[in-house]
């Protein structure tokens, strides 16, 4: 794939993210989702391997939504620099 189409399709998905969650409503949902995802809290369950595995995936698409939401256009320019000058 070309770099200024993975550069494209990263600003995209950041458009995408923004525009799914911003507003009042978006506020409610992302505050439950932090909840339901234990976003600030661990996700290990004393003596239950499986229940830590689900609440691990919990974490993990919280943290997606996050990463989707937070990446600044800077930091987009950064990876797609870095990845054009890697070997």
Request: with cysteine; aromatic share 8%; hydrophobic share 35%.
């Amino acid at each position: 794939m070309a770099q200024p189409d993975i550069g494209r399709k990263l600003k995209n998905k950041v458009v995408s993210y923004r525009g799914a969650f911003e507003g009042n409503h978006g506020e409610r949902v992302l505050a439950d989702l932090a909840t339901f995802c234990h976003a600030s809290k661990t996700t290990h369950v004393m003596g239950d391997p499986y229940g830590s595995a689900q609440l691990e995936g919990r974490r993990q698409v919280w943290l997606r939504i996050r990463e989707g939401l937070d990446l600044t256009d800077a930091q987009i320019n950064r990876y797609m620099f870095e990845a054009t000058t890697e070997e």
